[in-house]
């Protein structure tokens, strides 16, 4: 089975740009989820998708941050303007079960850098 | 607040010697506990999960209620468990998502 895809792996844009990370689950994964890492802290979620729907957005940074998943299938995530904050690994993971006790599948990440 | 604290950001070791990841977390009710592992140029994946009870490459990890700890144990450390080990607690009140620690990085030498 094809894992999780996340695409771009690496991204340099400019300050004020605007950029867009993908993620494509696990077919048949309902739950998407995204999550963060700043250089030298945790990893911290941004948000969840059940489908289509946003299960859960609390973890969204601020309104520059804007996530879909149209069709219940891949996800973007479009940063718009990037900061120099917003520097870090992306990571998408999906599971099957909407409580994650059996843990994610993570994809291998987007590594954004905004000089 | 929930949260996860993993003290050591880095760990050193020497190959053969017993390993022990600290991991101690804050949660009043009942948590899920996993450890994730990311080895160099992979994707971070799971390596345990306290509910199965399970030992993964020679890793066992108890969860210590009294103490709320769920530290990562291996008896003989390899090199190849030179990793970044990331502690976990995911719950199923408040929502699904799961919470990180720092991380530990791991670095078992010859």
Redesign the interface.
């Known amino acids: 089975e094809a894992g999780v895809t996340q695409f771009p792996s690496h991204s340099v844009i400019e300050k004020g740009q605007t950029v867009t990370l993908r993620c494509d689950p696990i077919s048949g994964h309902d739950n998407l989820y995204w999550y963060r890492r700043v250089m030298g802290k945790e990893i911290k979620f941004l948000l969840h998708f059940v489908k289509e729907s946003k299960q859960d957005e609390s973890g969204m940074p601020n309104n520059r941050f804007l996530a879909e998943r149209t069709g219940g299938t891949y996800s973007t995530l479009k940063v718009q303007p990037a900061e120099l904050e917003d520097s870090g690994v992306y990571f998408c993971a999906s599971s099957q079960a909407q409580f994650p006790n059996y843990g994610y599948t993570f994809g291998s990440g987007t590594r954004l850098t905004v000089v | 607040a929930q949260r ?1 604290t993993q003290p050591e950001k880095l760990l050193s070791v020497f190959k053969g010697a017993p390993v022990e990841l600290k991991c101690n977390y804050s949660y009043s009710g009942s948590p ?1 506990l ?1 450890w ?1 592992v990311q080895y160099s140029r ?5 390596l345990l ?1 306290h ?1 199965s009870r399970e030992s993964i490459k020679g890793f066992t990890a108890d969860l210590n209620k009294g103490e709320t700890s769920f530290h990562l144990k291996k008896p003989f450390a390899q090199e190849e468990d030179s990793a970044m080990y ?1 502690c976990a607690l ?1 719950h ?1 009140t408040g ?9 530990t990085r791991l670095f078992v030498k010859a």
Not at chain 2, 95 to 101: D, E, H, L, Q, S
């Open positions: 996860v899920e996993f994730y992979q994707r971070l994946q799971l999960r509910i990331y995911s199923d929502g699904f998502k799961t919470i990180f620690g720092a991380g």
